[in-house]
């Protein structure tokens, strides 16, 4: 009985501290504070307490955990946008999430090497690592009120675009770093092939996977969401087998069938958005658990502060001016979506990355984008519902309807 017992004890500690996160994520409605950070900083501060949690939940199955949280994020968050929003904004959207992921990881890579003096290497990880936005922590912060204009979509759509982007990027400055015979020519043509797999594969995926959900007959009407699920996470193991980016594949696959009509898409959109809620505390949680935050030195806490300073006051800024020049965005737009570029669980996912290749002073990385992402969300964060007032951004509460009941 000792080994239910043991397991039961993981159970209780899993279950009822997400069943916290969960019921603590009504918390952004009252306070300016992110929920995010919450999850973070707590799971942080509870493997210090417990230090057995962390012993038993390696960096690799932490990675893992996120892979799947991402999938389902990403499928959701597509489905969120739809096809037609993500067309009317895509030329901003596909410039500030790929073209801003080099700009933001180079600006960020010169930074931790004059800065930080890290090698020019291990500058490149981190770089790489805090390219990648998470908007999904801004709507945390705006308590689930509807962003007015075209800087919402844009936000929502350069997380699809840039996760994917900032990922394959991230493998590729990895490759850089542990095989001496790599070049910087085989890695862009490296992040080309990925993406581009990726878009085909995704693309291919929803003609094939919208029509089958409208003639598949099934014999309970709540299997409908659950085969969607199975049906991404086929999607992206068959594109990355095919050295493709699945996350883009699933992102728009989540696209396309957001503007589709098909059996039961209110239950569909009902499911995954109350699953990409569960899965984002889920991976803010396991990540968190991973940190030993109160070992942590005062220059790891006083580097990633200056690694979030610069990210919030250069690189952002620099890289929404370049990569939205010639945009019909205005300039409160622009200034909104430069001061909302927030960091979350997918840098830190990336920083894992290279712990597992095995990166030489990757542990040292990592807690830098610990905090760094610490500082983002939680020094950033909670003031932009603040920004977007001053600068005249709409925001209401979402309209409710008796289907949304």
Known sequence: MSELSDFALIVLVVAGGSSLAILATQLGRRLPIPAPVLFLIAAAVVSDVWPALRDDVSIRTVERIAVVALVVVLLNGGMDIGWRRFRASMGPIVSL????????????????????????????????????????????????????????????????????????????????????????????????????????????????????????????????????????????????????????????????????????????????????????????????????????????????????????????????????VRTALSRPERAFIAWSGLKGAVPILLAAFAIIEGVHGADRVYGLVFVAVLFSVLGQGTLVPWVGARLGIPMQDPVETPQSR
């Open 97 to 324: 999430g790929v073209l801003g992921t080099f700009v933001t990881a180079g600006v960020m890579t010169v930074a931790a090497h004059v800065v930080l003096g890290l090698d020019w290497t291990l500058a490149g990880i981190v770089g790489a690592a805090l390219a990648p936005t998470d908007p999904a922590v801004v709507f945390s912060v705006l308590g689930g009120r509807e962003i007015g204009g075209r800087s919402g979509t844009v936000l929502e759509g350069e997380a699809g675009v840039n996760d994917p982007a900032g990922i394959a990027l991230m493998l590729g400055v990895i490759e850089l770093a542990t095989h001496p015979d790599a070049s910087w020519t085989v890695i862009v043509g490296d992040f080309a092939q990925e993406m581009a797999i990726g878009l085909v594969f995704g693309l291919a995926g929803a003609r094939l996977i919208v029509p089958a959900l409208r003639r598949v007959r099934l014999g309970s009407d709540a299997l409908y969401p659950v085969l969607v699920l199975m049906l991404a996470a086929v999607l992206y193991a068959v594109t990355s087998v095919a050295s493709g980016s699945g996350f883009l594949a699933v992102f728009i696959m989540g696209l396309v069938l957001g503007d589709a009509t098909t059996p039961h898409q209110r239950a569909i959109e009902r499911f995954h958005g109350s699953l990409a809620g569960l899965a984002e505390v889920t991976v803010f949680i396991a990540l968190g658990l991973t940190v030993d935050i109160t070992h942590l030195s005062a220059q790891t806490w006083r580097d990633g502060v200056l690694l979030g300073l610069a990210l919030a006051v250069v690189a952002r800024p620099l890289t929404v001016a370049l990569t939205l």
